[in-house]
């Protein structure tokens, strides 16, 4: 009778235990709560994009003004020129508010916004930290009939680092 108590608590407990770990799928990648501190998430032509513990840098330009940049191995350029809360549409009327090149991996062409948005939601210089979201259409530098779809954009609690 023992034998038959502890399997069943092994078969019935356990599982439930398991099914209460602390974890969410974003763009089709497992994160637990403690990797959401600090992520860069997008779906690239429905493929996805995390990048974990990416920093924010915040410097001064020629000029006086400030500069934010998120760049990465594929957004080669993702920064905002004078950075505050607000929504950004993109495209070529949005080239005195961001810049935003992409690199594809796998042929290295160089692709820019033809539209969508840029939303900062979160722009906190005490707390140090910058978070929103973005989605958009990008079209090759080389070659204007291949696109890019980048969806589901998120920046979530990225630390901002300021650089001198």
């Known amino acids: 009778m023992h034998k038959f108590s502890v399997r069943l ?96 991996p796998a042929n290295l062409n160089l692709y820019k916004p033809l539209s969508g948005v840029l939303k900062i939601k979160v722009l906190d210089e005490n707390k140090k930290v910058l978070s929103g979201e973005f989605e958009m259409e990008l079209t090759c530098k080389n070659n204007p009939s291949k696109k890019i779809k980048i969806k589901n954009g998120k920046l979530i609690n990225i630390p901002i680092v300021y650089l001198q």
């Open 9 to 104: 608590i092994i078969l019935v407990v356990l599982p439930f235990l398991f099914s209460f770990r602390n974890s969410e799928v974003i763009t089709g990648e497992k994160i637990t709560a403690a990797d959401t501190s600090a992520l860069f998430v997008c779906t690239v032509d429905d493929k996805p994009m995390v990048i974990k513990n990416i920093n924010a840098y915040m410097r001064t330009v020629t000029g006086g003004y400030r500069q934010l940049s998120l760049s990465n191995d594929r957004f080669s350029k993702f920064f905002l020129i004078k950075p505050e809360v607000a929504e950004i549409k993109l495209g070529a009327s949005s080239l005195r508010q961001v810049v935003i090149h992409y690199t594809d």
